[in-house]
């Protein structure tokens, strides 16, 4: 497992939030859900993504947007457009004063917006609940990418716009898998553009070998001196590359990756924790326990408990 292919298994729908919205100017939405990875498509028409602590970004026909949460932000017509609808955080769509418009705004299956018409036509995946993307993965992402049309070749869009209207057998199932290949493309055409310290760091000769040991085998119990063994170089030279390139240390690098991992492993009720905290380096359950509440903020049996629910304020 390369370090890229590591990363990018952590996008995983579970009943998912998606939409198709059409709209017709003016027009302006405040987005409240604070989920932790949105992703936006833009089908026809433009609009502007105005995120609360960076300048906006105006999407083009063929643009993909991808949204690290729980930040607040806007999508309009035009930045200067005041909001005139809210999304909070159970995909309830209000007015400003707090008054449902589900029933104006509803355009059919998936379908929402200002006009069945209108000139601006989107699509949006929302990941709302813990587990389906890794907090590695989205720490290492920016608060907004964009990747504009002509910049990554990918025929997910033409095919989500499609199938997002249908409400056929399993279609939430079928809508998950394309949330995630569009995601996937969309970071793997980011990261490999540039990405994150620990992505460039990847063709260093040195600590690249060591990144693709630690995905590789993270139940090993490798020590700073085994993996500069098996690099070749000597434990105070991988030290200081490593977290020269990396921006933190060998050991504090496998913790993380090896928490993130138990993070996704916990979510299949057939393994018990005690089997996930083997499969990802820990010999005593309680030590992994402990480990687990420290990185994510909660214990793993908690972890376990929670899954994505699908909402129903905007018609799915």
Known sequence: ??????????????????????????WSVRIRDEAPLTVVAMVRGDCWLVPDRTPPVRLHP???????GPDHYTVADD?????????????????????????QMGLGVRTWGNCATGSVVMLTGTYEGDGEVS??????????????????????????????GKDDPGQQVVLDRLLDLLTIAVLRAWFTRGGPAWYTAHTDPVVGRALRL???DP??????????????????????????????????FLTSWRLTLAADLLLDPTTTVAAVARRVG?????????AFKRHHGHTPTTHRGRSATPHAAIEH
Do not use: K, N
């Not at 063929?62 to 690290?68: E, K, W």
């Not at 434990?235 to 390139?245: C, D, G, P, Y």
């Not at 820990?282 to 402990?290: D, I, K, L, Q």
């Open 1 to 26: 497992m390369d370090a890229l292919t590591g990363f990018l298994t952590g996008p995983r729908a579970r009943g998912a939030f998606l939409v198709r919205s059409i709209m017709e100017p003016p």
């Open 282 to 290: 820990y010999t005593s359950p309680f030590t992994f326990s402990t």
């Open 219 to 252: 139940a090993h119990p490798w020590t700073v001196a085994t993996l500069a063994s098996a690099t070749g170089v000597s434990r105070a030279a991988l030290a200081r590359r490593f977290h020269t390139l990396v921006g933190e240390p060998p050991m504090a």
């Open 62 to 68: 063929g643009d993909v947007a991808v949204v690290r």
């Open 214 to 216: 630690l995905h590789e």
């Open 79 to 103: 930045p200067a457009t005041a909001p005139q609808v809210i999304i909070h955080p159970d995909q309830r769509c209000t007015t400003l004063a707090g008054e449902s418009v589900q029933a």
């Open 135 to 164: 907090r590695r993965l989205t720490d290492a992402l920016p608060p907004l990418l964009v990747l504009r049309d002509g910049e990554w070749d990918c025929p997910v869009i033409p095919l989500l716009a499609d199938e997002i």
